[in-house]
């Protein structure tokens, strides 16, 4: 649905097995917190991060809104520190735009098809139209899906009319989306 109840990152293992934040989203506690890009979580309520899966790290870091999670984050040029960031529940916003520098494009990135999807790309596309975009480099890296009428929708502002796809039951019935 576009709402989570966290502390607002995204986490990969990088190539040295650290787990490593990849995006702090706005507005959320860990930006309040002063976490950036680039910080390794080190440890989570006092017990280590190393020899474990992204999946172990991030459950230990998820919990219920209102209570606390301790990270002890490595920083380059930085001694290692410690947060506390208290959980709560956040929107993510679904879709983010910019028009590219020297140029007539438009790059609009759409982070999931969650809820609004569709409605938001609708207002993006038509700011970036008011701000004399005349192209749209359409970024869907890392979307990790979500519903397929949003996604029906959202294919549906870059196809003319007619069938954005087509699904077949066991049964060989066809269903049209349109």
Do not use: C
């Not at 709402?3 to 040295?16: H, N, P, R």
Request: proline content about 3%; overall charge negative.
């Amino acid at each position: 649905s576009g709402s989570f109840v966290g502390i607002g990152v995204q986490v990969s293992e990088d190539d040295a097995s650290k787990m490593t934040i990849g995006t702090v989203f706005s507005g959320t506690p860990a930006d309040e917190a002063g976490l950036t890009r680039g910080d390794h979580i080190k440890a989570v309520n006092g017990k280590s991060t190393a020899d474990e899966t992204v999946e172990e790290t991030v459950s230990r870091v998820r919990g219920p809104e209102g209570e606390q999670v301790v990270l002890t984050v490595g920083r380059e040029g930085v001694a290692d520190f410690d947060v506390t960031i208290t959980r709560r529940k956040f929107d993510l916003p679904l879709v983010s735009w910019a028009m590219v520098p020297g140029t007539s494009l438009a790059m609009i990135r759409l982070d999931q098809f969650a809820t609004g999807a569709t409605d938001a790309l609708e207002e993006a596309i038509g700011e970036a139209k008011e701000k004399g975009a005349t192209g749209i480099v359409f970024d869907l890296r890392s979307n990790p899906g979500g519903y397929v009428n949003e996604a029906v929708g959202v294919a549906s502002q870059f196809v003319g009319d007619g069938i954005v796809y087509q699904a077949f039951d066991r049964s060989g019935d066809r269903k049209d989306a349109k």
